[in-house]
């Protein structure tokens, strides 16, 4: 007889945000499809706050790039209206190399977190003594931050979701996919001085 222990971190997973992400582009005046052959969204989101964070790097031309973060705030109650405002982020460092640096994380095959949910358990431990097997222990997360992340590399598009990733990473360190999503996200942090 197999038995399942999970442990529970915290209640709730939220692999959604509170927010579409078609409403934030849809406030911030941008398109909800990837229209510059370079482009990359990654739209961050605390899962118990009204707000999140889109961060858009796209290339224009030649060697022009703009980077972008916007910071969305949603509703709260029906008398309001949706704000944001945006950053003009700048960097000294050369945009085509951390647009390799970008590849390089495999965000153009990346899945979504949901994909590789069976790679997130510990391994089941066999009771010799019952001849039966003994546990499998799963981690699950209430609370965190949840990315949607959009890519375009010319003609290749991907789109994938990723939530509380890194806090996986801790227990889950040989899983690819976890490696790839917080190799990514420290791109930008260090790149940028965001999300730090």
């Not at 950053?87 to 390089?104: A, G, H, M």
């Not at 499998?136 to 598009?157: L, P, S, W």
């Amino acid at each position: 007889m197999n038995r399942y222990f999970i442990i529970i971190l915290v209640f709730f997973s939220c692999n959604s945000f509170s927010q579409d992400y078609q409403k934030i582009n849809k406030v911030i005046n941008i398109p909800d499809s990837l229209t510059h052959v370079r482009e990359l969204r990654i739209y961050k989101n605390h899962s118990i706050s009204n707000g999140s964070e889109v961060f858009r790097i796209y290339h224009i031309k030649n060697n022009n790039w703009k980077i972008e973060l916007y910071k969305f705030y949603d509703t709260v109650t029906p008398d309001e209206t949706p704000a944001f405002t945006i950053e003009q982020l700048n960097s000294s460092i050369n945009l085509n190399r951390l647009w390799l640096d970008v590849l390089e994380t495999h965000v153009e095959f990346l899945p979504n977190i949901s994909a590789i949910d069976y790679k997130l358990k510990f391994k089941t431990v066999y009771d010799s003594d019952t001849d039966d097997y003994g546990s499998t222990k799963k981690i699950a997360f209430t609370d965190g931050i949840g990315y949607i992340a959009f890519i375009r590399n010319y003609n290749k598009v991907n789109q994938f979701n990723f939530t509380n990733a890194e806090s996986y990473l801790k227990y889950f360190p040989e899983v690819d996919e976890l490696n790839s999503y917080s190799n990514l996200l420290n791109l930008i942090r260090d790149k940028f001085s965001i999300w730090k």
